[in-house]
């Protein structure tokens, strides 16, 4: 529990360079966003929605992120 969040909050702790080329990444991005209650507050949890390559760099970091949680 809690992993996606504190992997989205690894990530941008991040300074992130994205190649041109790499459109959909570059959407999904700029699209990201968090999930909202119905006056507008936004709540601590990730709209779970076009967000694979997100995942995808997640995932790769997966290592580093262990060595940051246990330092």
């Known amino acids: 529990p809690g992993s996606v969040e504190f992997g989205i909050q690894f ?3 991040m300074k992130i ?9 570059i959407r999904e991005l700029r699209a990201y966003k968090y999930k909202e209650d119905r006056n507008g507050n936004i709540l601590p949890e ?23 949680k246990v330092s």
């Open 46 to 68: 990730p709209v779970d929605q076009d967000n694979h390559w997100i995942d995808a760099m997640r995932y790769a970091l997966e290592d580093d992120m262990l060595e940051t």
């Open 11 to 13: 990530l941008r702790r």
């Open 17 to 25: 360079c994205v190649d041109p080329s790499c459109a959909d990444l």
